[in-house]
């Protein structure tokens, strides 16, 4: 089974900083990897799928990159409504995919 | 786009089952794969399993294989977890999420879940 990790666990960063958090697979996944948001007491929402594409609806202030085994999430301006914790997703891209998820990052004000 | 309405509170005991519905409305079920995700009090996401509607053939993760069943009515547009042999550990929030489906060469695959319930509490207590 592949094994996902992110790093860090948890951040603290004023607004308007740039965020970045990082997600390494066990093994090469292409760029099969999507990012979610959790906000407290609600259900995740996509944000970023196949790496770097964002969702649709979702702020240009959210990006990410990286293929194979190593990923990159980033928020180029911390703003208030991004507290949140934020999940790496990979999928194996077979019909039926199976899909597993990083710990999460939780993401806080400073 | 569709929206996923998820059934509500269940409080059951250990060893029993539980039976978690989702249905879909504004939009096309048969263009779904609808998927589970569990998370724990203070834990992470955790995938459980999908199914295809159109197909009627659920896949698991490895972890909940023999003791999970997830089933969907194209009729009423609607999805089913149940989840068997509970124990406290199975406490935790269940959500529903639907992935539009793509075709190759006569496959559905299914790549991210756009789509979320607000998630059922399933409380497993003595």
């Known amino acids: 089974d592949i094994q996902m990790t992110q790093s860090p666990s948890s951040l603290s960063a004023s607004v308007g900083d740039r965020v970045t958090i990082t997600c390494q697979a066990s093994?090469?996944?292409?760029?099969?990897l999507n990012w979610y948001q959790q906000k407290p007491g609600k259900a995740p929402k996509l944000l970023i799928y196949d790496a770097s594409n964002l969702e649709t609806g979702v702020p240009s202030r959210f990006s990410g990159s990286g293929s194979g085994t190593d990923f990159t999430f980033t928020i180029s301006s911390l703003q208030p409504e991004d507290i949140a914790t934020y999940y790496c997703?990979?999928?194996?891209?077979?019909?039926?995919?199976?899909?597993?998820f990083g710990p999460g990052t939780k993401v806080d004000i400073k | 786009q569709v929206q996923l309405v998820q059934s509500g509170a269940e409080v059951k005991k250990p060893g029993s089952s539980v039976k978690v519905s989702c249905k879909a409305s504004g939009g096309t079920f048969s263009s779904y794969a609808i998927s589970w995700v569990r998370q724990a009090p203070g834990q992470g996401l955790e995938w459980m399993g999908g199914?295809?509607?159109?197909?009627?053939?659920?896949n698991y993760a490895q972890k909940f294989q023999g003791r999970v069943t997830i089933t969907a009515d194209e009729s009423t547009s609607t999805a089913y977890m149940e989840l068997s042999s509970l124990r406290s550990e199975d406490t935790a929030v269940y959500y529903c999420?639907?992935?539009?489906?793509?075709?190759?060469?006569?496959?559905?695959?299914?790549?991210?879940?756009?789509?979320w319930g607000k998630g059922t509490t399933v409380t497993v207590s003595s």
């Open positions: 093994q090469d996944i292409s760029n099969y």
């Open positions: 199914i295809i509607p159109i197909f009627g053939t659920a």
């Open positions: 999420a639907g992935g539009g489906l793509s075709q190759t060469k006569g496959a559905y695959y299914y790549y991210y879940m756009d789509v």
């Open positions: 997703q990979q999928y194996d891209n077979l019909p039926p995919p199976i899909f597993t």
